[in-house]
């Protein structure tokens, strides 16, 4: 079980982008890398190429280290780590390790 999912609102610790909060996209496990909705943009050069797609230079998201964000408590509203717990039923859930509360 991975602590940074995709859909998870999670906040840039380091780097150009720090202090932004952003989506997760895509987790990429292999690299340990994920993809950022509005984090570590770069420019990238377009070319037309049909009639109705436009060229030129757009701005698109780059994978970012998982060790370089964090995760975004939904009940504290500030970033913290994600631990694990056990429920009574057997089933493990994420939980937030400065409020205790499930993720």
């Known amino acids: ?16 982008d720090k202090g932004k909060k952003g989506k997760v996209i895509q987790v990429i ?17 377009k070319r037309q190429t049909r009639q109705d797609q436009k060229g030129g230079i757009v701005s698109i998201e780059m994978p970012i280290a998982i060790a370089n964000i964090m995760l975004v408590c939904k009940h504290c509203n ?26």
């Open 29 to 45: 496990s292999a690299s340990g890398r994920a993809l950022v909705e509005g984090l570590n943009l770069a420019k990238k050069h």
């Open 78 to 103: 500030r970033p913290s780590r994600a631990g694990f717990s056990i429920l009574k039923d057997g089933t493990k859930i994420r939980i937030c390790k400065t409020c205790k509360e499930a993720i």
């Open 1 to 16: 079980m991975q602590k940074i999912r995709k859909n998870d609102i999670v906040q840039a610790v380091k780097g150009k």
